[in-house]
């Protein structure tokens, strides 16, 4: 069985940092790409960033230059730096093996909140 488990949601003002974790149990998915969305108040599914099969990170445009992916073993990391209350959501890990990466993923994580505070 696939499980995918996030952690180090929480709540900081603007301009903080948090990073979050997503251990996979189950699988490697080495050839798989493996990043995060988020939805926020509106619920729209957004793109957050991605690792793919082939080690290059991927970035939604509104977090370029502010979040960093990363990946060690079975986990994958979000780094996220200087947070804003825009980036108020629920964060989901994602494993998506088509790699087309249109908000339907294989395999998701149960998410974990991020709220950020002007």
């Not at 995060?36 to 991605?50: D, I, K, Q, T």
């Not at 790699?99 to 994580?109: M, P, S």
């Amino acid at each position: 069985e696939v499980r995918l488990v996030e952690s180090g949601g929480g709540s900081v003002q603007a301009g903080g940092n948090l990073r979050l974790s997503c251990t996979i149990f189950g699988d490697t998915f080495d050839d798989s790409d493996v990043g995060w969305y988020r939805r926020g108040p509106s619920n729209a599914c957004e793109l957050v960033a991605y690792v793919g099969s082939d080690d290059r990170p991927h970035y939604g445009d509104s977090v370029k230059g502010r979040f960093t992916i990363s990946h060690a073993k079975n986990t994958v990391y979000l780094q996220m730096n200087n947070l804003k209350p825009e980036d108020t959501a629920m964060y989901y890990c994602a494993v998506d093996l088509d790699a087309d990466w249109d908000c339907e993923a294989d395999y998701w994580g149960q998410g974990t909140q991020v709220t950020v505070s002007s």
